[in-house]
């Protein structure tokens, strides 16, 4: 019996900016030896605000930059790219695995909640689309989801303001009354890349036998059972960076993200 | 002797998204008269994190749009774009008038300082680009001018929260700073075209003798001198709509920045 050759290529992780790295953050920890080619289409972010259409094309052409440098799998680390465009990058690559951010919180929101109510905290446009509803009611159609679009938090994750009186106001503006009703959720989803940043703020906001789930460590999670890995390493642990435009900003507000430096000459620029 | 006949082609306005309405409302209130067409690059929002030639290329596309719709003038109402493509728009277009929102509220300060310490508050994109230090320094090169990234403030517009608690904790945190010197600038200009919408409570923030620049009104006033207007009708008042993707977000936002209701269906989706 011959042992099956271990693939090295790397994994593919993309986002409209870098919310994703939340994710990539929680893929390294899970899989630390690794390497991953993380891609930000930052000339073109937001995603939250275009149309369906154009984020399937804008996604289709990410996939392609990622697969022409070889990953064997791809992280789509973008609740909008995710909602929008899963079922075109699987028709396109069927030779590839390719994960979303939204169908692993569903699971895990469903998993946790006992009260089948739960609430779910995103951008304007994942609220909008409903796509965390869809996910959850595919799975338990008799929950009751609550979804609300928390766009300031997004803002404060960039800002890095995410501890503080400011933030702490903006949580409770947002959370309190979620939860200020009789029929409360017993299950939070911080539904968008950016909020697990603001994690302890959040938690501080809302009752404290709340479930809070992280769609970035439930995403990575998930890629780790598929890919079969569990820390044993395969690649040497290497990070690469691409994106669209801005390196120096990329690098600045990414390394809040990542929870390590990025370096701007370690980005390297490519057109889409 | 001939009376010249009046020109009554409408003045063409356009900016990233819906900041440049705050210009627009104050366009309107100085030449009630006048028809203009604004429109506004929502699918590639924001500029502020694109190269200046993105920036540049992206205006003159916006620029053609206006002109093949028969417009006189041409008023760029977003920081990022006057910044970057003023120059690119002026040579390409010699036979009409083309404003910005930059030097109008560079002029307005250097006017109201006496002691030539003045601040500017902006989006990262516009401080990292020294636009207004150049325009301010061009008329007063012995002038200190302090600019300041406030990213919060684009957001709590955007989102309505203009008024409250978070507002007013998002503007001491941001402004005390900049005032608790001794050598303290006597003059704030908001050079950002969300900011107006902000103006009670930037206003609160700050001591009550530093004078406040709204370069929106800046403009309206450089504009409304420059084409000889004070009022006397020469259109209708008639408004126009353009956006390049997602109509009623456009109606929903926009409406709180122009101060009054735009609806999702006078908004005309165009591409560039």
Redesign the interface.
């Given at each position: 019996m011959v042992a099956r050759e271990r693939d090295v290529r790397p994994i593919g992780v993309f986002d409209s900016g870098v919310g994703g790295l939340t994710v990539l953050r929680a893929l390294q920890a899970r899989l630390p030896g690794e390497d991953f080619i993380y891609l930000g289409d930052?000339?073109?972010?937001p995603y939250g605000?275009?149309?369906r259409e154009?984020v399937e094309r804008y996604s289709l052409q990410c996939a392609r930059v990622l697969i022409a440098r070889g990953v064997r799998a791809l992280v789509v680390a973008c609740n909008t790219a995710s909602a929008a465009a899963l079922p075109a990058l699987r028709a396109a690559h069927p030779e590839l695995q390719v994960f979303g951010v939204i169908e692993p919180g569903a699971i895990a929101a469903v998993r946790a909640t006992a009260s089948r109510r739960i609430a779910v905290i995103a951008t304007?446009a994942t609220v909008q689309g409903r796509a965390y509803e869809l996910q959850i009611h595919a799975r338990a159609p008799e929950a009751r989801v609550r979804a609300l679009a928390c766009?300031?938090f997004?803002?404060?994750a960039?800002?890095g303001?995410t501890e503080g009186?400011?933030a702490e106001?903006?949580a409770r503006?947002y959370l309190a009354p979620l939860f200020e009703t009789v029929e409360r959720p017993d299950v939070l989803v911080l539904g968008c890349t950016h909020f697990p940043l603001l994690r302890p703020v959040i938690r501080a906001a809302i009752p404290a036998d709340t479930a809070l789930v992280d769609s970035a460590e439930t995403t990575a999670a998930e890629v780790a059972t598929a890919l079969g890995g569990t820390g044993a390493a395969r690649g040497s642990g290497k990070l690469t960076w691409l994106a669209t435009?801005?390196a120096a900003?990329f690098a600045q507000v990414g390394s809040r993200f990542l929870g390590r430096t990025i370096e701007p000459q370690e980005v390297e620029l490519v057109d889409l």
């Open positions: 930052t000339a073109r972010l605000s275009k149309s154009t304007p766009p300031l997004v803002a404060l960039e800002e303001w009186p400011v106001a903006v503006r435009d801005g900003r």
